[in-house]
């Protein structure tokens, strides 16, 4: 331990470890006071860390109480509860996923610490491979391991888990604040086509539901070309987006970091001296949609503004109303499933860095450059993050899976996302791959009907998902949790303004408005908007109703006007259990 340096500097209740000297490559607002420097064993406001070197790594060990509860890192399809898992934060494809697969698309490492009366967040600012042991390999110790001899770490005590996470999320960024219509009900598939299609299917949608914007998904392109249309499918763009928002609602189209490697391409020309290089001076080309492909190198301002122009410029053109990014984690088709290991990024302050140093942040300087870009008012949904992409973008949970386990575990992973910085989320409803019965879909439907993103979205080679194609049981039920959804509407943008200002989840667990209750730690198939609205609502194939939850205070179930104390549970035959707290009929935009 002899080696290892630790520089600790306090400014309120964050107090900030740079261990040998590391120089972070995504910096945070953070004024540092009252410097010193310790070797080995730091106590920190009655936190106890080890830390120590080997290998060419770090290892933090903090002790871990037998009751104590590990929640937030962020995309993680667990329980809410952390403790006695073992997780990786290394953005990865896993080309779908199910229960306990780790690690996915983003990478958040910050987690809350809750032992009795002591309440902590630990952020690890290392954009590289971090792992996180919750007393799995050591009973007694929650165990870091950091894949390089330095990092930044951040320790916030307060008094409050609400309290942390908005320290938290002052620290790495305010949320940027979404636009009203990406908060309603959106249609996705990959992928629909010919233009005539999309409009045609838009028009069904409308005759029953709202549907305030259409994705469209890489087939819109001239062989997986960024920035052209397929003019086979799109001959008129420009004319099938004015349809569309003649008929009210939005276009968003699907960006991918790879750019063809085409010397008659002109967007790989015009970006020449933008892309990612290897340590030899070479440039960087692997295989993706397109087939050999380039990369910008985000990291660095000049690829940044470069990308920012392309972007700005293929917006305008279209009036095209917002962008959503995939395979950004980034995702190549290797062995690897990313960037090598020798390539290089160019970061802005002059130095050279390994790919590996900075793997989980490419996401993230991705969205700066094209938020920056598209301005204040533009909405950009991102597949993959890291701390700080809540001021760029909003994110969706992947690939998920068709099945009713791979359903009720999205309950956890996005309050997870929640919790740890990131309030914009939503999941794949009905599922991404495989297909979905009706009955499973109508549930998703209903079970997404209150996360802040919205969307239907299904691979090819499964079913149809749109409400005309269902039979008339569960397209009604559908239809029903979609005007849920705008009852509720103008509560949700309430909402999302709240968060934009304050950092505060839009959707919460349950411990996040009542922690003192024990229970509520324990509670993975229910969620609340706001601190006003609980909603448990149905993910069991064929039941009719379900045990809820009830927490501490008077509440009024949404439909019977029945009121129910807590805390405790009781048994509801009901379809859709929404129920709000008293005097909730008072939130500010409640439709009922």
Known sequence: MSDIFTEISVNGDISRLIINKYNPVIKYNFKAKNKKIEKGKIKINGIELTISGKNGTLEIKKPLDIEEHILGLGEKPFELERRRTKLTMWNSEPSGYTVYTDPIYSSTPFFISVDKNKKTGIFVNYPGKVTFDFGVSDYGNTTITVDNTGAEIFVITKSSIKDIIKEF??????????????????????????????????????????????????????????????????????????????????????????????QNYESFKDGLGNYCETDSGELYSEKMWPGRSVYPDFFNKNAREWWGKKIKRWVSNYDIDGIWLDMNEPTVFNERRTFDKDVIHKLDDGRKLHHDEVHNAYPLM???????????????????????????????????????EDMK????????????????????????????????LSRYYQMCSLFPIFRNHKDKGYNDQEIYNIETKYAQRIKKAIETRYNFIKYIKSLAAESSKYGTPIIRPLFYEFEDDENTYHINDQYMLGSKILFAPILERGATGRDVYIPNGNWVDKDTRKSFKGPGYIHLDSDMPIFIRENGDKINGYDN
């Not at 305010?174 to 990406?182: M, N, R, Y």
């Not at 819109?220 to 086979?232: I, T």
């Not at 575990?409 to 019965?437: A, E, H, K, N, T």
């Open 366 to 404: 991705e969205a700066m450059a094209t938020k920056e870009a598209l301005g204040k008012d533009s909405f950009v949904l991102s597949r993959a993050g890291y701390p700080g992409i809540q001021k760029y973008a909003a994110m969706w949970s992947g690939d998920t899976k068709s099945s009713w």
């Open 169 to 262: 999320t002052m620290l790495t960024g305010k949320p940027f604040q979404i636009p009203d219509w990406a908060l309603g009900h959106t249609i996705s598939r990959y992928s629909y086509f010919p233009e005539e299609k999309v409009i045609e299917v838009l028009k069904n949608y409308k005759e029953s539901v709202k549907v305030d914007c259409v994705y469209l998904d890489i087939d819109y392109m001239n062989g997986y070309r960024l920035f052209e249309w397929d003019k086979n499918r799109f001959n008129n763009p420009t004319d099938m987006i004015k349809k569309i928002h003649k008929l009210g609602s939005k276009t968003v189209t699907i960006i991918d970091p790879s750019i063809k490697l085409d």
């Open 409 to 440: 575990i999205q309950i956890p992973l996005l309050l997870s996302m929640s919790i740890s910085g990131m309030p914009y989320v939503g999941c794949d409803i009905g599922g991404f791959i495989g297909r979905s019965d009706p009955e499973l």
